[in-house]
Structures are given as structure tokens and as C-alpha cells.
């Protein structure tokens, strides 16, 4: 069962606002929480899970994430030199109530902070190109941190102008790809494949013919969405999910790694310690 996390946990007092900075872990459980998030990825390359989807996120991806979406963001790898560092900002319905009521009736920013179920997809991302958000993400955390007089009223005055950048955001006309571009959708499509035949012999010349690409051509613009190559993101997935197998289930170790695509035991014992830091065991019983 996804955990559920709740707002009375991080606020202070009845203010129904927090923000702090984290370095995700490899481990961390998905989510889902009473209480809506904005998440900015500050430092480092990962992977955001959302319900379904699985998404490569990069330094500068902001995303908003209504009550009750499930969610989890994990480092590309367990190198402490390059972590993945998000920030976020979570508030409460009840802080809109007393601000104006600016937010315009059936837009996508309404329907996502008050009927996300009327959504098909129940969360939105868009990238930081000009480090608007980073401005008053830090602003705000400063605030928060420090709490000199009245930084109550800066924080909720800062939310109104975060808020503000994500509903121009999605007003803006989407515009067409760029020619020189990854063929997004193509490589959306390899990761979904990935995620479900993730234990099946998967080679990288078989994933790039059923895209419709030249190896090298699939490769580089794999790389480019993903931060990874085609052979270290499948290694990532496949730990991952030899992990949830070892913390939700009972089988031993070698059948875990077997279920996830793995008979030569030795090098699925050194794969598991560099990706996670821990051999399998120790991941069981941490």
C-alpha cells in the first residue's frame, strides 16, 4: 500500500506551509499525500514516478503534484558526488482561501489544486529555463528557515507568484518541437517498454528496431532524455525493482534476481552494491 503522507506532519503551528530540500535515496517509498506539493529538482539527474509513468528529471524540472497523486523521485545512481537534490514547497488548500481569488474558474490550475480526478493526467511538469522558480523557491526557503517577522506573510506572497508562473505556464500556446530535438514520444515509448519487459532479454539493438532507429541514433538521443545509456538505465530498473521484490516479498535473493532478469549471481551481488550501496541482505534487513 502507497503511504500516506500528511501535511500536519511538516507545518508549523496553523501555518499551513513548509518547505525543505532533499537528497533523494534510492529507497525512498512512493507516496501519496493530503496536501499539494510543488517540486523542483535543484541539483543532479533521477527519475520522477508518477502513478503510472516513469520520467527522466534533470536540474530545473518543476513539477506540481495535486492531493492524491502517487509519486516518488530516485537518484540516477547511488554515487554520494552526483545526488538528486529536489525542493519542495507544500501548502494546504486552506492557505488559498484567504489570498484573492485570482486563480481563473476552469483552468488547468484550478482543476489540478480542486478536481484533479477530472484530469486524464493528474499532475503537470514544466522546465525552469530562465531560474524563475529557483528564485523564489530560495527566497522562500530562506524564509522559512530563518523566520524573521512577518516571513509568514512573504511565504504565501511568494506561493501567489510561484503559482502564478505555473498558470502561465500552461496558458502558453504549446509550441511545435525543434528539429534538432529527441524524438520524445519515441523515447517515452522504450522507457514504458522497459518498465513492463524489464526482466526479458532486452538488448539494446532490439529496443532501437522497435522504435524504428539506428542503434547509435537510439542510443544518443536515449542518452539525452535520460541522462543514462541504454544498458545502465535498464540496470537501474531492474535493481529497483529487485528491491521492492526483497523489501514486499519472501523469496530469496537469487530468485529475486532471477524475476528481474539475473542468473549470474556474481555480477548481480556487485551490480546491486554499486547501484545502492548495500548488498542484498543488508537492503532486506535495513
Known sequence: MTRLLTGSHF????????????????????????FIEL????????????EEQTLAVQKGDLFLIPIGTSHVFRPATSDPGNPLVVCNFIFDLAALKSMPDWIPRESELQRLLYSPERLTRAWFRTQDKQDRFQ???????????????????????ILIQILQLVHREQSRPEQPPAASEPPLEKMDDAIRFIELHYSD????????ERSYMSVNHFQNQFKK??????????QNVR????????????????????????????FFHSLFRKITGHSPQQYRHA
Open 239 to 266: 535493481i529497483r525493482k529487485c528491491c521492492q521484490l526483497l523489501k514486499t516479498t519472501e523469496i530469496s535473493v537469487q530468485q529475486s534476481a532471477h524475476e528481474v532478469g539475473y542468473s549470474d549471481m556474481k
Open 135 to 157: 528564485f523564489l523557491f530560495n527566497q522562500a526557503y530562506r524564509e522559512n528557515i530563518e523566520r524573521p517577522v512577518g516571513y509568514q506573510a512573504m511565504v504565501s506572497a
Open 225 to 234: 532524455v535520460t541522462g543514462l545509456t541504454f544498458n545502465h538505465y535498464l
Open 11 to 34: 507545518y508549523r503551528g496553523d501555518f499551513p506551509m513548509f518547505l525543505n530540500r532533499e537528497t533523494e535515496a534510492f529507497d525512498t517509498p512512493p507516496h501519496r499525500h493530503d
Open 39 to 50: 517540486c523542483l529538482v535543484a541539483e543532479g539527474r533521477g527519475y520522477h514516478y508518477i
Open 201 to 208: 532479454k532486452l538488448t539494446l539493438k532490439s529496443v532501437a
